[in-house]
């Protein structure tokens, strides 16, 4: 101890950083994990991205012109999972690396060196899933939901898979431990629960999902493992088996993780329309109730996905009534979200613009969400592409708009620069055009009869798929615009003042633009008149 | 944001929509479901428009109020932000209006599900089995069974540069060589499962889905009310022809149905004298190169060198030029991407492009299996 005292009072200058590449391998400061998660994410993004676009082009028309159908069902299967577990779940945990600790007064994340490990495991694991496009039998081409028996045809990439989602969860798990070690342990003086940032509330809660989801996945795939390796049988049913098990595990887990998704974007949003509306979020209490009730209600209602497989009338019931219930405190945070526009005094700029999105577009999903809750009409929906369109309404303009409007929102808090809002709105609009272009004529053909995950299609879907496919090409570049204002703003701009928003309130817009290294070495003192922003 | 610029998005907006809608005028935009020819598929479609034009009124309500507010309280028109936070009368409003707007609409789908569920005093049952990539269909009262899989023309025009323009096939990949018949104005009991991995039968125009599991055997039924031709696909990915797996349902009355299951009953007893004879090696190339287009082309190929990393070449395959009996082996149970042809193909069929296989390209063996083999080693 006095060797760490002695030790300390050698650094009185806070912003002491390590540098070189070691500032990055072995950091343990919650800000550049942060960047580096944020990074991780964008990469992944582009990844995920790419694989989307030769889904588009090989569906622009019929016929097969590009990939085998093989290669196709490859590009479906990584393109998901490289899009959840590497795009938008790591881009969550950045952002609430970067936020929490700055908006609860802490000087950084409780457990720094696990921090670093569950930002580094997330490359390994996806360099064993990449990894697999280069093996015999090549890459998952299963469906991200890694249905048996199908899965268990993958040649030597099935046991990289399997590792692959270990690591993930892994990683996932440790982060969700940090942040809720770091909230319930670390919130300044005066900082009660109850005056919590609503970014913060929805990590919170989404970490609780995590913890209790991911294992649930990883038991699953480790039973697919010794399916497949040790002569176990828990899925075939030539063993005594249950193919319909494994779905009934999985979406165990999967249900709780659209939560742990979108939870974190519904946060986001909830910090930047207050901003500016320059108005108070409306029913801070039951904003914070509403989300805690979606995520219990989430583990009640994993059958939907799956109705169609063969289920007692009463399980049908059940769950298509328990789907209906999520709909309420849904449209409780929607019509919240709404009242807290209401009469504000409201100015448009990105962040805004993209949370409007996220505002809109979500709902629009949640509309389809209800319809497909609905048992008897879900066995036309399901497996069409208007399940298609639905969960991309949910991900891309609900939950990856939520994600981008909070990094131009906080942008100029982490760089000291604001960004170029001509380009930042150039991003919203072509954004947004073009994912209405990509995604609204999906609801039209699933409904006509299309089913998801076809690489060739009957003639008479052509014409949607055609501009279906411009919407997507056009959205794909869209992105680029991101990466230009993202590097134009590190690179320099105007200086960004510390409250950076006219409207903007909460501990971190208390700190400098950029923030020093250690955000809060003094905690700071909340009382009622600086909490709810 | 200036008003001009706006203005300008605005009209963006429109023009992509006007674009939009005017396309949909044109037949080659389809955009609903369609009723269907079954009871059940008109309670299924009476319910999704109730619920859609439930959802577009809520829809068009909160995006009214939402559009209202961002139009009229915007800081650049001199609003001044009010500063309340709650309401606790407005929060219990908008909690109760959705719970009852709710159980408005479980209760016509509660009914809609009790009546879809009720598979009993059916007249007859027709058994659907899913493959890796075609569909069996057993009609359990008269011991008719065959498969059925996608059409010869389809199936060329699809493999990749084909050279074959789909548009000149009608009903593109909606073409089966063996489409199921079943009669009019008969309650149809319509079980599902599967041999290998998970299938779901979907024909719309039925009115439902239903996954073909294997280990399960699902209970659905059907009750077609008029004549004509429907067309469906498989809907649970099953592997790479996952595409490429339709179905064909040909409801005819129920007299063209009583002549069409005598006929299918002859075909079956003359099909099964095939294995029991010695065939000549000409009769086996031949069948073998139809077998061969129609089972392993996609995969292996046309040339016998497969796909790289994925499909292993016969052309020179150990196995292939190897001994007769791993190799019927293999083919009979498939392994990993390979799928087991046991009960896909008759011992005629296997014999044949094994045969076909084992004397093309420049493979060595130059042998012919005969059915017999084949049968023996099941």
């Known amino acids: 101890m006095s060797y760490a005292a002695v030790h300390e009072d050698d650094h009185h200058d806070h912003d002491h950083k390590p540098t070189g590449i070691g500032r990055w391998l072995f950091s343990t400061n919650h800000k550049d994990i942060g960047t580096m998660y944020l990074v991780f994410s964008l990469i992944m993004f582009f990844i995920g991205g790419a694989m989307a676009m030769v889904i588009r082009a090989e569906l622009f028309q019929p016929g097969l012109q590009f990939v085998d159908p093989q290669f196709f069902n490859s590009m479906t299967t990584v393109h998901a999972l490289v899009m959840i577990f590497g795009a938008v779940m790591p881009a969550g945990v950045g952002l609430a690396n970067w936020m929490i600790p700055m908006m609860i007064g802490a000087p950084d994340m409780a457990m720094p060196r696990m921090n670093n490990m569950s930002f580094w495991i997330l490359p390994f694991a996806f360099t064993l899933l990449l990894a697999t496009f280069f093996m015999q039998g090549g890459a998952p081409a299963g469906g991200w939901t890694m249905y048996p028996p199908l899965v268990l045809q993958l040649g030597d990439g099935f046991p990289f898979l399997i590792f692959a989602v270990h690591f993930l969860g892994i990683s996932s798990i440790m982060g969700a431990i940090n942040i809720i070690a770091t909230v319930f342990n670390m919130r300044a003086p005066g900082m009660t629960f109850m005056r919590l940032p609503l970014f913060v509330w929805t990590w919170i809660i989404t970490a609780f999902l995590l913890i209790a989801a991911m294992p649930v996945l990883a038991g699953a795939v480790t039973m697919l493992l010794t399916d497949k390796f040790f002569g176990t049988a828990f899925f075939d049913a030539a063993g005594g088996g249950d193919p319909v098990l494994f779905q009934h595990v999985f979406w165990f887990f999967g249900h709780p993780e659209v939560y742990i998704l979108v939870l974190p974007s519904f946060g986001i949003i909830s910090q930047i329309i207050p901003t500016f509306a320059r108005k108070p979020l409306f029913g801070y209490a039951s904003m914070v109730y509403a989300t805690a009730s979606i995520a219990f209600l989430s583990f009640f209602v994993w059958a939907h996905h799956m109705f169609t497989v063969g289920m007692p009338l009463a399980g049908e019931l ?216 | 944001m200036s008003v001009d610029k706006l203005k300008q998005t605005v009209l963006g907006l429109v023009a992509v929509s006007l674009f939009l809608v005017s396309g949909a005028v044109l037949a080659e935009y389809p955009l609903n479901l369609t009723e269907g020819v079954t009871p059940t598929s008109h309670k299924v479609y009476e319910l999704h428009m109730i619920i859609l034009y439930i959802v577009t009124v809520i829809g068009i309500a909160v995006f009214g109020v939402m559009a209202w507010s961002i139009f009229h309280h915007r800081k650049s028109k001199g609003a001044v932000a ?297």
Not at chain 1, 393 to 416: A, D, E, H, Q, R
Not at chain 2, 145 to 167: H, M, T, V, W, Y
Not at chain 2, 271 to 294: C, F, I, M, P, T
């Open chain 1, 318 to 533: 059940f769950f298509m009534y328990a789907t209906m219930a999520i709909a309420v405190p849904t449209g409780v945070k929607v019509f919240n979200w709404t009242a807290t526009m209401w009469k504000g005094s409201m100015t448009f700029e990105t962040p805004m613009l993209f949370a409007i999105g996220v505002l809109f577009m979500f709902t629009l999903g949640g509309f389809s969400g209800l319809m497909m809750g609905i048992t008897p009409v879900d066995f036309q929906y399901h497996d069409t592409y208007f399940i298609v369109a639905h969960f991309h309404y949910v991900l891309v303009p609900g939950i990856v708009f939520g994600i981008i409007s909070g990094v131009y929102y906080w942008m100029p808090k982490w760089t000291g620069h604001m960004y170029d809002e001509k380009l930042g709105k150039l991003h919203f609009w072509t954004s947004t055009i073009s994912v209405n272009v990509l995604f609204f004529p999906m609801h039209f053909i699933g409904l006509a009869g299309m089913p998801r995950r076809i690489p060739d299609y009957s003639t008479q879907f052509t014409d949607w798929n055609m501009i279906i496919s411009i919407g997507g090409f056009a959205f794909g570049l869209s992105q680029l615009i991101l990466v230009w204002v993202v590097i134009k703003c590190i690179r320099g701009g105007e200086k960004a003042t510390d409250q950076v928003w006219e409207g903007a309130h909460g501990l971190e817009f208390t700190l400098s633009s950029p923030p020093p290294f250690h955000s809060f070495t003094t905690p700071p003192e909340v009382t009622d008149a600086t909490a709810h922003s």
């Open chain 2, 82 to 378: 009010a500063q309340f936070h709650h309401s606790t009368t407005a929060e219990i409003t908008w909690t109760i209006i959705p719970i009852l707007i709710l159980v408005g609409m479980a209760i016509p789908a509660t009914k809609t599900l009790v009546f879809m569920e009720k598979t009993g005093d059916a007249e007859m049952t027709l058994k659907v089995t899913g493959y890796q990539w075609k569909w069996k269909y057993d009609y359990l009262d008269e011991g008719i069974s065959f498969f059925s899989a996608l059409s010869e023309e389809d199936n060329k025009a699809r493999q990749r540069n084909s050279g074959i323009d789909p548009f000149t096939i009608e009903n593109y990949l909606k073409n089966v060589d063996n489409p199921v018949v079943l009669p009019v104005d008969t309650k149809i009991r319509i079980l599902t499962t599967a041999a290998d991995v998970i299938h779901a039968w979907w024909v719309p125009a039925l009115g439902w889905k239903r996954d073909a599991v294997p280990g399960y055997i699902n209970d659905n039924w059907t009750y077609i009310d008029e004549p004509g031709i429907y067309r469906g696909k498989c809907t649970e990915l099953c592997g790479k022809d996952h595409g490429f797996m339709p179905i064909v349902v040909h409801a005819v009355s129920k007299e063209e149905y009583a002549v069409w299951v005598e006929e299918q009953k002859a075909i079956q007893l003359a099909a099964a004298d095939g294995a029991n004879r010695e065939w000549s090696k000409e009769e086996l190339l031949e069948k073998g190169k139809s077998v061969y287009a129609a089972n392993c082309v996609s995969c292996h190929q046309a040339n016998g060198n497969g796909v790289e990393g994925l499909f292993p070449a016969l052309n020179g395959s150990a196995i292939v030029n190897g001994s007769a009996a791993e190799m019927i082996d293999l083919i009979l149970n498939g392994k990993n991407l390979m799928p087991a042809f046991k009960e896909q193909l008759n011992d005629a069929d296997l014999a044949a492009v094994m045969t076909h296989e084992r004397n093309s390209w420049d493979n060595t063996a130059k042998d012919a299996i005969q059915p017999a083999d084949v049968k023996a080693a099941r």
